[in-house]
T-cell receptor
Framework: SQKIEQNSEALNIQEGKTATLTCNYT??????LQWYRQDPGRGPVFLLL?????KEKRKERLKVTFDTTLKQSLFHITASQPADSATYLC?????????????FGRGTSLIVHP | GAGVSQSPRYKVAKRGQDVALRCDPI?????LFWYQQALGQGPEFLTY????????KSGLPSDRFFAERPEGSVSTLKIQRTQQEDSAVYLC?????????????????FGPGTRLTVL
């Protein structure tokens, strides 16, 4: 069955460092992959989308890579700030020709210490 | 308001009660999704509407769950005879255009969710 894995342990880093979060998947060939941010008591907020034919995408301090051979995406936040503390979810877009509903991972909590 | 709103934000129900959760999507958005999010988990798909048509209800966990969007805007998720395992946050999301399937994509905007606790 399809499976998405995100590290269940919280990532603790110091302000100013680069945070790197991992999303691995199995038994899936997504057409795209998305990253969302979710704060406590709120719904997820879309951050970035990367398509299967793209290796890397950037947006301000955010960078996402997508390796379809390794079946892995890395999400980087450079010059991290305490305000970046949140849970980050990856979501896999449909397999080409498959259902249009994205599948979410469980998320990884990021805590940036001042 | 500019975003997706949901009500109530919190709901406590006794086991066996029926509940109704409301979603007001962004005006003009064609697509509407309901998700269930258990504590420490990601959102799990429940059902999808394109305008008033319920095109996919494959994620509804049982026939106690029912959703409608009669006029293609506001949607209601109803849970009958609630059970403790129904306790979760129920998220609604809307997007601008309908989904054509395959690899098409358009951004989903999520509401704040309704936290349901069944005692």
């Amino acid at each position: 069955s399809q499976k998405i894995e995100q590290n269940s342990e919280a990532l603790n880093i110091q302000e100013g460092k680069t945070a790197t979060l991992t999303c691995n998947y199995t038994n899936y060939s997504p057409a795209y992959l998305q990253w969302y941010r979710q704060d406590p008591g709120r719904g997820p907020v879309f951050l970035l989308l990367i398509r299967e034919n793209e290796k890397e995408k950037r947006k301000e301090r955010l960078k996402v890579t997508f390796d379809t051979t390794l079946k892995q995406s890395l999400f980087h936040i450079t010059a991290s700030q305490p305000a970046d503390s949140a849970t980050y979810l990856c979501a896999l877009g449909p397999a080409s020709g498959g259902s249009y509903i994205p599948t979410f991972g469980r998320g990884t909590s990021l805590i940036v210490h001042p | 308001g500019a975003g997706v709103s949901q009500s109530p934000r919190y709901k406590v129900a006794k086991r066996g009660q029926d509940v109704a959760l409301r979603c007001d999507p962004i005006s003009g958005h064609v697509s509407l999704f309901w998700y269930q999010q258990a504590l420490g988990q990601g959102p799990e798909f429940l059902t999808y509407f394109q305008n008033e048509a319920q095109l996919d209800k494959s994620g509804l966990p049982s026939d106690r769950f029912f959703a409608e969007r009669p006029e293609g805007s506001v949607s209601t998720l109803k849970i009958q005879r609630t059970q403790q395992e129904d306790s979760a946050v129920y998220l609604c999301a809307s997007s601008l255009i309908g989904l054509a399937g395959g690899s098409s994509y358009n951004e989903q905007f999520f509401g704040p969710g309704t936290r349901l606790t069944v005692l």
